[in-house]
């Protein structure tokens, strides 16, 4: 079982429209959760950090349950520039990153 | 603005070649990572270093050595290419951990190595 699971995807949309991303990990320990966006044959950046009480950054809504080991995001009102990859990452002990294998996002007008 | 610095952007080896891929950051960051990207699998882990001169390996470390003579660079070797090694290659680096914060990690932009 891999530690971090994402949603297989591609998911492809419609300008507008609402997503929703799921992942779970399998190691109780983690610590630190993050959502990265990686462009096509780019690198990964941030997009933002998960916390338990759950936080939005504009369009975008990160959700966290410890409990279930769940981590979500959100995009409503999707943009064209919105495609991307989208990798849901795990901080385990000594600041170790596991990422999931990501779910590919296509916005289409 | 941080910055981590991969030496190349496309690389072309030969089978059995020895191959180093440098990576260099200007964070003063004390951690550093080399993952390696392939399709369907995600990014896995291959190599870490917490300090100069130390190192850890990762999920994937076979066929792989790193070395960290200098804080600021972290250099992966493969001792003998082989195809299967073909990949985008990242190199990231990141801070001492703080309570709640993500560590401050940064990408580099990546190595792609085709091993032929």
């Known amino acids: 079982r891999k530690e971090v699971e994402q949603d297989p995807g591609p998911f492809n949309v419609p300008e507008g429209a609402t997503v929703a991303f799921n992942c779970t990990y399998s190691?109780?320990?983690?610590?630190?959760f993050f959502w990265y966006r990686q462009d096509c044959r780019k690198e990964p950046k941030l997009l933002m950090s998960v916390y338990s009480s759950g936080n939005e950054d504009g369009r975008f809504t990160a959700q966290l349950n410890r409990a279930s080991q769940y981590i979500s995001l959100l995009i409503r009102d999707s943009k064209l520039s919105d495609s991307a990859t989208y990798l849901c990452?795990?901080?385990?002990?000594?600041?170790?990153?596991?990422f999931g294998q990501g779910t590919e996002l296509s916005v289409k007008p | 603005d941080v910055k981590v610095t991969q030496s190349s952007r496309y690389l072309v080896k030969r089978t059995g070649e020895k191959v180093f891929l440098e990576c260099v950051q200007d964070?003063?960051?004390?951690?550093m990572f080399w993952y390696r990207q392939d399709p369907g699998l995600g990014l896995r882990l291959i190599y870490f270093?917490?300090?100069?001169?130390?190192?850890e390996k990762g999920d994937i470390p076979e066929g792989y050595s790193v070395s960290r003579e200098k804080k600021e660079r972290f250099s992966l070797i493969l001792e003998s290419a082989s195809t299967n090694q073909t990949s985008m290659y990242l190199c990231a680096s990141s801070s001492v951990p703080n309570r709640g914060g993500n560590y401050g990690y940064t990408f580099g932009s990546g190595t792609r190595l085709t091993v032929v």
């Open positions: 964070m003063d960051h004390e951690n």
């Open positions: 990452v795990v901080i385990q002990d000594a600041g170790k990153l596991i």
């Open positions: 270093s917490y300090d100069v001169k130390m190192k």
């Open positions: 190691n109780s320990a983690s610590q630190s």
